[in-house]
C-alpha cells in the first residue's frame, strides 16, 4: 500500500502503559534457532484475485497449488489478509473489520471471507505445513475499516471537523440507539465497531472499539503524518485509553498465532504505525518460535521508502527482530529493465536496503504489479540477481502460476534451486561499471549481469577476478545454455554475457554431495492449532452440548488432540470422528486436568470432527490440536 513521507518524527517512543499477554508461550529470542534469512518467499497471491470457480474457494486453490510451490524449491508461502474486512465477501483484507473472524461469523454480508471459511483457511495452513512450507500471514495493525455505526464525537466537534456533514444521510440502522435527528450533538464520526460474539448478536465480540480508540484521540488531537493520518480507514491509537488498543492488538496476535499455526508475519503499512507500538508487538507476540520448526517466528514489514538511513535506523530500533522489504532495490531494478540507457548498474549496490541479514528482495508484489511493474517480459534478469545476491529472495504469484512471459516460469525453476545450493558464503563484488555487475558468493557461485547498454540488447564479453583459484574449470547453471570456461593463471574468468542477461558460473566438478540443497529435502512439518471456547469468539464456551471443531488433514497423519484450561468441576469429553462418520476415539477426564487423546495414525486424508463438551457450568477453554507425519512417513 502506498505511503506517506515520515515527516522528520521521532521513530521511537516508549509506550508506558499496560499491554496484556500474548495467549502463546512466551521464551527468550535468545537460544531460538535463527531462521535463514536466504530462504525463497513465495507471494502466493495477487491483487484483486479472481473469483474462484463454482464449488470452491480460494483457499482451496491455493492449497492445491502447494505440490507445485513444493516441487519449485521455494521454503515459504505468504498468504492474504485472512480476516474479516470491511467490505464483506468483496474485501482483500486491507480493511480489517473483526480480527477475531477468520471466516465463520455472519457479519458484513457474509460468513466466509473473499477467501473462503475458517475452517478452509486452517486447513491451508496445515496443507502447507504438510508439503513442508511454512506460512506467512499478511497482517493489517495500523487502521480499521468500515464501522457499524457512526458516533458523536466530542474530539471532532472540540476541533471543529465533521466527517459526517449531513446526518441524514445516516442510515438509522447505522445511527447510536436514541439518536434523533436534528438534535445536537451532531454525529461527526465513523468509528463505532461492534463485532459479533458466540451469540450472533452485535456488540458481543472481543475488541470492540469507539471514538476514543483513533485519531484525533485525547493524547493526540490530529490527523497528522506519518502516523496519525486516516490514510486507509480509521487510524488506531494505540496508547489511547491506557493502552487498549496496543494490549487488543498484542493479545489478537497471540491468540491469531496459537489458533492458525502460521510460521511469521508479513505487516502491511508499518511506516504508517507508530514504531513503539510495532516494536513491543514484535517483542512480544514474535517471542515464541514457531511450533512447526522451533525457528523464531519471523516478522517481514512494509516499510515504503528507499532512505537506507532512516530503514536501517528503522531496524536498529526493533532491535533485530523485524526484516524489511527492499523498496530501493525494486526501483533500482525497475530503472534497469524500463531505462538502462540512463541506468547505472553500481546503483544496484548503492540503492538496496544495507542490511542484508534483515532484507527481503522482490521484483513484483499486489501493490507494484499494478501501480508501476517491472516489464513483465524482462523480469527474469531482476530474479537472477536476487537469487544470487545477499539477504531474502521473494516471488510473485503471477510470475510464476501466471506468468505473461512463458519463459519465466522455466527461469524460475532453474534459478531457485541455484539460489539454494550455491548462493552461500560472503558476497563478493569483482566488477561494476554502467552495464555490468559481477557478484561472486565467495568460491561458490559467480552471477555476471548486464543490462544492454542504451538499448538493453548489447552483450559484453569481459574477464572478472574470482575465488575459483587458478585454471579450475567451471561450468553454468541456471540457463537453458550451458557454457562451460576455464579460469586462467590468476583465477579470472572471460565470459560474454547476452544483453539484458546473465551468465552464473560454479564449480564443475560441484555435485549434489558437495553443494546439496542447504535447506534439505521439504519433508512435512507439524501443525499446532489452539481453539480458544469463549463467548466473545466464534466458538462459544463450552457446556453440555458439544462444540464441533473441525481438522482437516492433507493426508494420513498421527493427530494429538488435548483439552486444557477448563473452570470448575465436572468431566469433559473429546470424541473424534472420521470422515465416513464412525468415532475413531474418546477421551473423557476431569476438569481440573488436562484431557488428551492421541491417534497414531489416521490413515487417511480428509474431514474429521472433534466434539468437545463438558457437561455442567459453562466454561472457557483450549483445545490444542497437533497433526504430525507418521513416523512410517519417515
Not at 534457532?33 to 470452491?56: H, N
Not at 471471507?113 to 500471514?137: I, M, P, W
Not at 558464503?425 to 554502467?434: A, C, I
Amino acid at each position: 500500500m502506498s505511503h506517506s513521507p515520515t515527516a522528520g518524527k521521532p521513530l521511537f517512543r516508549k509506550i508506558t502503559q499496560p499491554l496484556g499477554l500474548i495467549g502463546v508461550t512466551t521464551a527468550l529470542l535468545l537460544g531460538h534457532p535463527r531462521l535463514s534469512q536466504a530462504q525463497v518467499l513465495f507471494q502466493q497471491f495477487y491483487y484483486p484475485i479472481d473469483k474462484p470457480p463454482a464449488g470452491t474457494s480460494w483457499w482451496r486453490q491455493a492449497s492445491a497449488e502447494l505440490p507445485a510451490l513444493k516441487k519449485l524449491g521455494v521454503q515459504s508461502v505468504w498468504h492474504p489478509v485472512p480476516v474479516k474486512g470491511g467490505s464483506g465477501a468483496l474485501s482483500m483484507g486491507y480493511d480489517p473489520y473483526d480480527l477475531y473472524d477468520l471466516g465463520s461469523k455472519d457479519q458484513k454480508g457474509t460468513i466466509p471471507t473473499l477467501f473462503g471459511t475458517k475452517d478452509e483457511y486452517l486447513a491451508y495452513v496445515a496443507a502447507a505445513h504438510a508439503n513442508g512450507l511454512r506460512v506467512y500471514s499478511d497482517v493489517v495493525l495500523n487502521h480499521a475499516g468500515a464501522c457499524d455505526q457512526a458516533e458523536t464525537n466530542p474530539l471532532m466537534a472540540r476541533l471543529g471537523w465533521d466527517d459526517i456533514p449531513d446526518d441524514s444521510k445516516v442510515l438509522s440502522s447505522n445511527r447510536p440507539a436514541g439518536y434523533s435527528l436534528g438534535g445536537p450533538p451532531n454525529l461527526r464520526s465513523w468509528s463505532l465497531y461492534r463485532p459479533a460474539g458466540a451469540d450472533g448478536k452485535p456488540g458481543t465480540g472481543r475488541f470492540p472499539r469507539d471514538w476514543r480508540h483513533f485519531h484525533p484521540s485525547n493524547l493526540h488531537l490530529d490527523r497528522n503524518g506519518p502516523y496519525h493520518q486516516p490514510e486507509f480507514g480509521q487510524d488506531y491509537c494505540f496508547e489511547a485509553e491506557n493502552g487498549y488498543v496496543a494490549s487488543q492488538m498484542i493479545a489478537w496476535g497471540g491468540w491469531f498465532r496459537a489458533q492458525t499455526g502460521v510460521d511469521g508475519f508479513r505487516m502491511d503499512a508499518i511506516k504508517l504505525a507508530e514504531p513503539s507500538f510495532l516494536n513491543e508487538f514484535a517483542r512480544r507476540v514474535g517471542a515464541a518460535p514457531a511450533p512447526s520448526t522451533g525457528e523464531r517466528f519471523d516478522l517481514v514489514g512494509e516499510f515504503w521508502d528507499t532512505n537506507r538511513d532512516l530503514l536501517a535506523s528503522y531496524q536498529d530500533g526493533t532491535r533485530d527482530r523485524m526484516s524489511l522489504f527492499d523498496f530501493g532495490l525494486f526501483y533500482a531494478l525497475w530503472d534497469m529493465t524500463e531505462k538502462p540507457a540512463q541506468f547505472d548498474m553500481r546503483d544496484i549496490l548503492k540503492k538496496r536496503n544495507t542490511d542484508r541479514d534483515r532484507t527481503v528482495m522482490f521484483v513484483s508484489n499486489h501493490d507494484v504489479d499494478r501501480f508501476q511493474p517491472i516489464n513483465r517480459q524482462k523480469r527474469a534478469l531482476p530474479y537472477a540477481l536476487t537469487m544470487v545476491m545477499a539477504g531474502r529472495p521473494s516471488l510473485f504469484y503471477f510470475d510464476y502460476l501466471r506468468s505473461e512471459d512463458k519463459t519465466l516460469p522455466t527461469a524460475l525453476e532453474r534459478l531457485v534451486p541455484v539460489h539454494n545450493r550455491f548462493a552461500v558464503g560472503r558476497e563478493l563484488v569483482r566488477f561494476s561499471d554502467t552495464d555490468v555487475l559481477a557478484i561472486e558468493r565467495e568460491k561458490n557461485l559467480l552471477g555476471v549481469f548486464n543490462d544492454g547498454g542504451a538499448e538493453g540488447k548489447t552483450p559484453r564479453t569481459l574477464t572478472v577476478p574470482t575465488g575459483f583459484g587458478q585454471n579450475t574449470a567451471l561450468r553454468s547453471v541456471g540457463s537453458e545454455k550451458v557454457l562451460s570456461i576455464r579460469t586462467d593463471a590468476t583465477g579470472a574468468a572471460t565470459v560474454t554475457v547476452p544483453g539484458g542477461g546473465y551468465v552464473l558460473l560454479v564449480r564443475a566438478d560441484a555435485t549434489e554431495k558437495t553443494h546439496p540443497d542447504r535447506f534439505g529435502p521439504r519433508v512435512a512439518l507439524p501443525t499446532t492449532q489452539v481453539t480458544e471456547f469463549a463467548d466473545d469468539l466464534d466458538t462459544g464456551r463450552l457446556g453440555n452440548t458439544p462444540r464441533v471443531v473441525t481438522v482437516t488433514l492433507a493426508g494420513d497423519m498421527a493427530l494429538t488432540l488435548r483439552l486444557s484450561d477448563l473452570t470448575g468441576v465436572g468431566t469433559a469429553t473429546v470424541l473424534l470422528t472420521a470422515p465416513d462418520g464412525h468415532t475413531i476415539r474418546r477421551a473423557t477426564g476431569r476438569r481440573g486436568k488436562p484431557v488428551l487423546l492421541q491417534v497414531p495414525s489416521t490413515g487417511v486424508a480428509g474431514r474429521y470432527l472433534v466434539r468437545v463438551s463438558a457437561p455442567g457450568p459453562a466454561t472457557t477453554g483450549r483445545l490444542t490440536t497437533i497433526y504430525t507425519p507418521p513416523k512410517s512417513a519417515g
